[in-house]
Antibody, heavy 124, light 107 residues
Framework: DVQLVESGGGLVQPGGSLRLSCAAS????????MHWVRQVTGRGLEWVSA???????YYEDSVQGRFTISRDNAKNSLYLQMNSLRAGDTAMYYC??????????????????WGQGTMVIVSS | DIQMTQSPSTLSASVGDRVTMTCRAS???????LAWYQQKPGKAPKLLIY???TLESGVPSRFSGSGSGTVFTLTISSLQPDDFATYYC????????FGQGTKVEIK
């Protein structure tokens, strides 16, 4: 089965750092674009960051310069390094699978698989 | 950036009702790269529809999507107890913007 499992969330003080991980299984991880999406409790979904199968990265404006997305295809894992954390970063963080590239073509795809989420709380 | 606006924010309906919700984009969405997700409390979102009108595998046929350009709709033809949830639209090419959601609640 296709599966994503996040870990690494927790309580951190403002200004601190945290590294989230997302372990993928059941599919060829290296060929897919991967994303992080967050959700403040009781609020809507907010896209945070993406990394393409080729390693290109994208960030939402409010996290640009503070968060770094990366992937280790040998370990089938996605990461989000979060630095200079603020109270406004408190949320559930989900990883999600999206676009796919074969050897010759890339396909635009929606977020068809999501992890269960990992909670990040930024508080003193 | 393209903004996505959903309406209504909350929709009150009864089992068996036909319900429709709307997602409007601030600019035309190319190739109808528009998806709809369902989310229940404490759970991750679930993909329902992509490319505006294509039903994801395993999703009941009572769900349907339509639209193009800047206006898109999600329709549930006969609301079932399992459908009470929050629904999000999303642009998913170059930008990955979500709408603010429509909560379907019991009338």
């Amino acid at each position: 089965d296709v599966q994503l499992v996040e870990s690494g969330g927790g309580l951190v003080q403002p200004g601190g750092s945290l590294r989230l991980s997302c372990a993928a299984s059941g599919f060829t991880f290296s060929t897919y674009d991967m994303h992080w999406v967050r959700q403040v409790t009781g609020r809507g979904l907010e896209w945070v960051s993406a990394i393409g199968s080729g390693g290109d990265t994208y960030y939402e404006d409010s996290v640009q310069g503070r968060f770094t997305i990366s992937r280790d295809n040998a370990k089938n894992s996605l990461y989000l390094q979060m630095n200079s954390l603020r109270a406004g970063d408190t949320a559930m963080y989900y990883c999600a699978r999206a676009g796919y590239c074969s050897s010759s073509t890339c396909y635009v795809l929606p977020f068809d698989t999501w992890g269960q989420g990992t909670m990040v709380i930024v508080s003193s | 950036d393209i903004q996505m606006t959903q309406s209504p924010s909350t929709l009150s309906a009864s089992v068996g009702d036909r319900v429709t919700m709307t997602c409007r984009a601030s600019q035309s969405i190319p190739n109808s790269w528009l998806a709809w997700y369902q989310q229940k409390p404490g759970k991750a979102p679930k993909l329902l529809i992509y490319k505006a009108s294509t039903l994801e595998s395993g999703v009941p046929s009572r769900f349907s999507g339509s639209g193009s350009g800047t206006v898109f709709t999600l329709t549930i033809s006969s609301l079932q107890p399992d459908d009470f949830a929050t629904y999000y639209c999303q642009l998913y090419d170059a930008y990955w913007t979500f709408g603010q959601g429509t909560k379907v609640e019991i009338k």
